[in-house]
């Protein structure tokens, strides 16, 4: 996966939020990223998307909100998942189409049956794409399990989430 975004501690807006968690996520991300994941499942395959929304930090150091979870074709299989190369400009165009100015904080993908976890090579994935400051979602639909994990100076770490009924809410 290509170098998509990464934020150093300047780039990032100081904003102070209300109640103490890692990631707010909006209902509907949460839903398209379940969606996907299940379609996924019915095929016998991972997926994987990535996290629109916005970074800022507070004194209890930096969070992010998610509106939108996009996604574009992707080869995969029980075991693994990556973007379909021919297909990137789907996935640029979903980027392009939304309708809010927008960082990638993060990205999602499925496990099919074996639980939501970092992986070894899922750590070092989010390490070269997104660094500490992205978020990597983990959906397990076989085991309705959803996680959350964070970039750490030694690899990623579990981080705590609030679902938001609206993205509006979000600003
Ligand atoms: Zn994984």
Redesign the pocket.
Known sequence: MPLITQHTAADIPERRRAVNADIFVSEGAICDMLDHAEKGMNENA?VMGLLAGHVYRDDGGYYATVSKAVTSALISDEVS?RFDPDDMVTLFDALDNLDFEYVIVGWY???LGIGC???E??KSTHKAAFGETGFAM?IDPMKEEMKVFKGSADGTTEASMVVLEDHTQMA
Do not use: A, G, P
């Open positions: 991972e998942v993908h499925s496990h976890f970092m992986s090579t899922d983990v």
